[in-house]
T-cell receptor, first 115, second 115 residues
Framework: TQLLEQSPQFLSIQEGENLTVYCNSS?????LQWYRQEPGEGPVLLVT?????EVKKLKRLTFQFGDARKDSSLHITAAQPGDTGLYLC???????????????FGQGTILTVHP | NAGVTQTPKFQVLKTGQSMTLQCAQD?????MYWYRQDPGMGLRLIYY???????DKGEVPNGYNVSRLNKREFSLRLESAAPSQTSVYFC??????????????FGPGTRLTVL
């Protein structure tokens, strides 16, 4: 099993602060995704990164895929209470083009942004 | 479109009882998945169905069985429930594009407690 380690597990900050969540593995991933999950709901995809060194921005969220495709980070600028939720990274391995569907999830980071 | 629907939303079982969790998607997706989510452990894949007529084990299949009834429906059965199966269960579906990473769409989850 290829593991994804997320850190920190919990993050409690004030509105307006910046934060970074990390996702690390000893394995190379074909692609890395970030999901956000709110209480009582299923995860929702935020972004997919596929190229080593790739950086994607989604409003105040910046996602980066490591050069070696073993790690990723999510940076939130000027966090807002609406950003509160569980953030999950998930990776896929492409074994000859047949494994794109299977995701390996990290443990998740619970983010709380206080007004 | 309803997306991915799951029934029931909540269930309490006694040890040894059996039950079936139902999942349906209306997006004409080829692939469907069952995950369980436990605190501090992210989502772990139980079983998946890459296409209609096929099913395969995921990371934690013991104690579960699945049926891909048709392209829309994928059910998860607990034959003899155990307290260790207390968890939140998520069904997901995806197009499963072999040429690139997939987006998985998740249902709202079933909260199962086994006493």
């Amino acid at each position: 099993t290829q593991l994804l380690e997320q850190s920190p597990q919990f993050l409690s900050i004030q509105e307006g602060e910046n934060l970074t969540v990390y996702c690390n593995s000893s394995s190379v991933f074909s692609s890395l995704q970030w999901y956000r999950q709110e209480p009582g709901e299923g995860p929702v995809l935020l972004v997919t990164v596929v190229t080593g060194g790739e950086v994607k921005k989604l409003k105040r969220l910046t996602f980066q895929f490591g050069d070696a495709r073993k790690d990723s980070s999510l940076h939130i600028t000027a966090a807002q209470p609406g950003d509160t939720g569980l953030y999950l990274c998930a990776g896929t391995h492409n074994a000859g083009g047949t494994s794109y569907g299977k995701l390996t999830f990290g443990q998740g980071t619970i983010l709380t942004v206080h007004p | 479109n309803a997306g991915v629907t799951q029934t029931p939303k909540f269930q309490v079982l006694k040890t040894g009882q059996s039950m079936t969790l139902q999942c349906a998607q209306d997006m004409n997706h080829n692939s469907m998945y069952w995950y369980r989510q436990d605190p501090g452990m992210g989502l772990r894949l139980i079983y998946y169905s890459a296409s209609e007529g096929t099913t395969d084990k995921g990371e934690v299949p013991n104690g579960y069985n699945v049926s891909r009834l048709n392209k829309r429906e994928f059910s998860l059965r607990l034959e003899s429930a155990a307290p260790s199966q207390t968890s939140v269960y998520f069904c997901a579906s995806s197009e499963f594009a072999t040429g690139g990473p997939d987006t998985q769409y998740f249902g709202p989850g079933t909260r199962l407690t086994v006493l």
